[in-house]
């Protein structure tokens, strides 16, 4: 996966920080290794959580016109994202990263000091951690309970002295949505400020926009890279407080988008219907997939179904089901989670049916059962 010798050949590795001599983001297995491998024609990608259509019209057409001006910096699509931004939701501050990956990154950066404490809620999505870890904070992992729902007086009291809570909702990979009242109760009790990551909210039917208002320790970070298709352009954004938009500025890069994804955002926001079009979809896929996958899935209000495959491992049904042509996502890699779950995004429908199909076969022939075995010691 990486490029370049990392192993020490070179002299010069010890110049490498600590933190990044080992560990990193755990990427999904690529489509073409795994169709070389077995020889399958048309592999389903379910591992990654993009949205399997391509960006809308609007957004593809003003992406490609903007990289004309691209001889400029990127001011003025910055501004008119922003206003963008604003017609959807309202004239709230807003800021925006390379992802929400990006906007997390500058938000840590702002506010974490080396040996800060910075918590976590888990088990969730790992760039959290990675970005505390890279500003050499202390990482606090807090347990959610064993529905995967979060105990608002435990996320509380382990969250304190903390700089930075990080809380996911819908959470990945379990898809577990947080009610509102439980996040204002963690809003009003905790001392440092609170992440609330709805990078899958679309899919919810939830909003926690309007616990802005009351709580001047609220960030919601916001992707278009799920609902709106737009993964590949890196695009994040962020309702923040008024207070903190100056200091997320001074730490940022000078620009955060470019121009090309800044107008393709636009675009995107401003075609609603696709969206909303894709949300239906998604919702009577998930459905589908939780009654009939043949094994407990966890409630999800996102695009993706986390399921409980025991007794085969997370990694054992990954390997089966790749083998068939069918790329998921195992849940061995996001600590705080037992070792037999996997996590199947919504694709296409014919991806979504060879996945059932698949998983069926698999579940009936018990077949890579063996793995599990030769797993435990
Ligand atoms: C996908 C994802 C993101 C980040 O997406 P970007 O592509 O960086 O915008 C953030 N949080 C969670 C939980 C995600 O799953």
């Keep these: 996966m990486e490029k370049g010798n990392v192993s020490g050949a070179s002299p010069y590795v010890h110049l490498v920080r600590d933190c990044f001599r080992s ?3 755990v990427f999904a297995t690529k489509p073409g290794e795994i169709a070389r491998e077995h020889g399958i024609s048309r592999v389903a990608r379910l591992a ?13 057409s003003r992406g490609c016109e903007a990289l004309g001006s691209a001889n400029r910096y990127p001011d003025a699509p910055l501004e008119q994202l922003i206003s963008a931004l604003a017609s959807c939701h309202g004239d709230y501050p807003f800021v925006t990263g390379v992802g929400m990956d990006g906007v997390i990154e500058t938000l840590v950066r702002t506010l974490v000091d080396p040996g800060d404490r910075v918590a976590v809620s888990v088990p969730t999505f790992s760039f959290y951690g990675l970005a505390a870890t890279a500003q050499s904070a202390e990482v606090v992992p807090v347990a959610r309970q064993d529905d995967f729902s979060v105990d608002p007086d435990r996320f509380i009291r382990e969250a304190r002295g903390s700089k930075i809570a990080f809380l996911c909702s819908p959470n990945n990979p379990t898809g577990t949505v947080t009610p509102v009242e439980d996040v204002e109760e963690i809003l009003r009790k905790i001392d440092g400020l609170l992440f609330l990551d709805n990078a ?5 039917g939830i909003d926690y926009r309007p616990l802005l208002a009351d709580h001047g320790n609220l960030v919601i970070g916001r992707t278009l890279s799920k609902a709106f298709a737009l993964a590949g352009a890196r695009v994040g954004y962020a309702f923040v407080p008024g207070w903190l938009v100056p200091f997320y500025n001074r730490a940022s890069t000078p620009f955060t988008l470019n121009t ?10 401003e075609d609603r219907e696709s969206m909303e079009a894709f949300v239906r979809y998604v919702r009577d896929w998930r459905d589908r997939i939780t009654r009939e996958c043949g094994f407990p899935a966890s409630p999800s209000g996102a695009n993706f179904v986390m399921i409980d495959v025991a007794p085969w ?3 054992g049904m990954v390997r089966e089901l790749a083998r068939r042509g069918v790329i998921v996502r195992s849940c061995a890699s996001f600590p705080g989670l037992p070792d037999h779950y996997i996590r199947v995004s919504i694709g296409e429908d014919w991806e979504n049916e060879m996945f059932l199909n698949e998983i069926s076969v698999i579940r009936e022939t018990g077949t890579g059962l063996s793995s599990r075995v030769r797993n435990r010691p």
């Design 23 to 25: 560990g990193g983001y």
């Design 48 to 60: 990654s959580n993009e949205n399997p259509n391509p960006p809308g019209k609007k957004a593809v």
């Design 200 to 204: 899958y909210v679309e899919f919810a």
């Design 260 to 269: 090309v994804s800044a107008h393709a955002a636009t675009g995107a926001l």
């Design 313 to 315: 491992t997370g990694d």
